[in-house]
């Protein structure tokens, strides 16, 4: 089964929309962490935003919130006001403590955004 | 702020040949990763490592090895390199830090790696 699942291979948003991309996860463990990286056409990874799985409320930083529901096991990533920046591929990755225990992060498939004029 | 470095930034090699991917990194980070990303997918981990001397392998791990002398470096090779080694090549680094610190990894801007 897969660890992180993101549904939306791609979306189309019309600029200064809010947007939402899906993310949700499978783990045992009560102690994980959840991240989105955005990688745009140019190819590098920019962390965007963390949530833990003992945080009571939900991450926020600028236009990006996480609406984390935790009994669901989903982290979907707000995007407020979209520009045209924000067209790239949108990652959601788990840290958990299994597995070895050096904070490898696990990695969905990815869901490439983009914007519209 | 050179944070993480990796070299080369594109490379095609011949089936069979050998090569090795650099990465550096200046924060002081005690962990470092390779990750090799396929195209339309996200990242897998090759190897790890939480320390210099110290490695082990991640998920997908066959066909690269790694060492880790410094605290600085994290080199990958590819010792017979194989058409299924096509991939971009990512490194990363982090603190050593609990399950629920919002420290994240820090990545590179990657390796174009194609083998022919």
């Known amino acids: 089964a897969q660890k992180i699942t993101q549904t939306q291979p791609g979306m189309f948003v019309q600029e200064k929309e809010a947007v939402t991309l899906d993310c949700t996860y499978d783990?045992?463990?009560?102690?994980?962490?959840l991240f989105w990286y955005k990688q745009p056409s140019s190819g590098e990874m920019i962390f965007l935003i963390y949530?833990?799985?003992?945080?009571?409320q939900n991450a926020t930083e600028g236009r990006y919130s996480l609406n984390f529901q935790k009994a669901r096991k989903s982290a979907n990533l707000v995007i407020s006001a979209s520009q045209l920046g924000d067209s790239a591929m949108y990652f959601c990755?788990?840290?958990?403590?299994?597995?070895?225990?050096?904070?490898?992060?696990?990695f969905g498939k990815g869901t490439h955004l983009i914007i519209q004029p | 702020n050179a944070g993480v470095t990796q070299t080369p930034k594109f490379r095609i090699l011949k089936i069979g040949q050998s090569m090795t991917l650099q990465c550096t990194q200046d924060?002081?980070?005690?962990?470092m990763y390779w990750y090799r990303q396929d195209p339309g997918m996200g990242l897998k981990l090759i190897y790890y490592?939480?320390?210099?001397?110290?490695?082990d392998k991640g998920e997908v791990p066959n066909g690269y090895n790694v060492s880790r002398s410094t605290t600085e470096d994290f080199p990958l090779r590819l010792e017979l390199a194989a058409p299924s080694q096509t991939s971009v090549y990512f490194c990363?680094?982090?603190?050593?830090?609990?399950?629920?610190?919002?420290?994240?990894?820090?990545f590179g801007d990657g390796t174009r790696l194609s083998i022919l």
């Open positions: 990363a680094s982090s603190y050593s830090l609990n399950r629920n610190s919002n420290q994240p990894q820090h």
């Open positions: 783990t045992s463990d009560p102690s994980y962490g």
């Open positions: 949530q833990g799985s003992y945080d009571q």
């Open positions: 990755a788990m840290r958990e403590a299994g597995g070895g225990g050096a904070d490898g992060l696990t």
């Open positions: 924060m002081n980070h005690n962990y």
């Open positions: 490592s939480v320390g210099a001397g110290i490695t």
